[in-house]
């Protein structure tokens, strides 16, 4: 008699790549989206998958650490790894809206451990041509300036939106080395993760958003000439992401790439965190227009979550009925 797996679903997990962090990440920005829009119960509920996603993504982190430690000494050192800060600093700021800010500030410390070991080693990796995910080590580091500036809103923690400033702009920097190593032909060719060029810009938009939002009225953060810059680097940031996502939009509908892939996970973040920027922004600069594009942006979104959350669940049943 044959003898079977008797943890099917463990064997399924230990053979996913970093890259399958996208889908905390996807989730997670669709879950701030939705909330920002009022679609509280929706919210909820996409946040309900995405923290189900992270625990058994950090659960499988850990085993592998434990037990496989070649494995994940040499997955560590590529652009996918930084997914699980990504992820858990999208998590944060949910976590921080709804005012669950002990676990907030617990996820950003665990993020600010991981971030500086693993972007390292993803920095000494990158060789030229490279694809989109090389933009997860801006995207890993504005998400600490996004979690950051969250938090920074309280009484108290002006320390916290200067240090958040400081990942912003190192963000941007991060995005130039990317953008120096990223091929240009995935634009065309690639299977999801290129949309992360877009990504890690409109990310760096709600970073530059929350920032300025941090600066309540009668709550001195920046002088004028730093609020000015803030608000026009980070309105540049915005139209830069929109015309990014129009880009890989057309690119798409020249050359379509149906069927499921891990990496369609990075499409779908994009799109959503594309959508948060135009939100925030929309409120942050007092420009009301971006508030309808980033609603139309939303739904467009949250179809792709779910067009990809319904790949996933059929590749991965397929997976398991042929480990059993």
Do not use: K
């Not at 190593?181 to 993760?193: C, I, K, P, S, T």
């Not at 810009?201 to 709550?219: C, D, H, N, Q, W």
């Amino acid at each position: 008699m044959p003898v079977t797996s008797p943890l099917p679903l463990r064997a399924w997990l230990a053979q996913r790549p970093p890259a399958a962090g996208g889908a905390v990440m996807a989730s997670g920005i669709v879950s701030v989206g939705l909330h920002l829009t009022g679609f509280e119960p929706l919210s909820l509920a996409v946040l309900a998958v995405a923290c189900l996603a992270w625990l058994a993504l950090a659960a499988d982190f850990v085993v592998r650490l434990l037990r496989e430690r070649a494995r994940w000494m040499s997955e560590a050192g590529t652009p996918g790894a930084l997914t699980g800060v990504a992820a858990t600093t999208v998590l944060g700021t949910r976590f921080s809206a709804l005012g669950a800010r002990t676990l907030a500030e617990a996820l950003l410390a665990l993020a600010v451990v991981l971030w500086p070991w693993l972007l390292v080693r993803v920095v000494r990796n990158s060789r030229r041509p490279m694809p989109g995910a090389v933009f997860l080590c801006c995207v890993a580091t504005e998400g600490l300036a996004l979690l950051g500036a969250s938090l920074a809103a309280a009484p108290g923690t002006a320390w916290l939106a200067h240090t958040a400033l400081v990942f912003f702009w190192l963000g941007l920097a991060l995005y130039l080395f990317a953008l120096s190593r990223f091929d240009l032909r995935h634009v065309h060719e690639g299977r999801g993760d290129h949309w992360v060029a877009g990504g890690a810009l409109a990310i760096s938009a709600v970073a530059g958003a929350r920032l300025i939002a941090a600066a309540a009225p009668g709550r001195y953060l920046w002088n004028e000439d730093d609020s000015g810059v803030l608000h026009t680097v980070t309105l540049g940031l915005l139209v830069l992401a929109l015309c990014w996502y129009a880009v890989l939009l057309v690119a798409e509908l020249v050359r379509p790439r149906p069927g499921y892939d891990v990496r369609r996970w990075s499409t779908v973040f994009p799109m959503g965190m594309t959508a948060a920027a135009a939100l925030s922004g929309a409120s942050a600069l007092g420009l009301p227009a971006f508030s309808g594009v980033g609603e139309v942006l939303l739904w467009i979104a949250v179809a792709a979550w779910l067009a990809v959350a319904v790949g996933a669940v059929l590749d991965a049943r397929a997976e398991l009925r042929a480990a059993r």
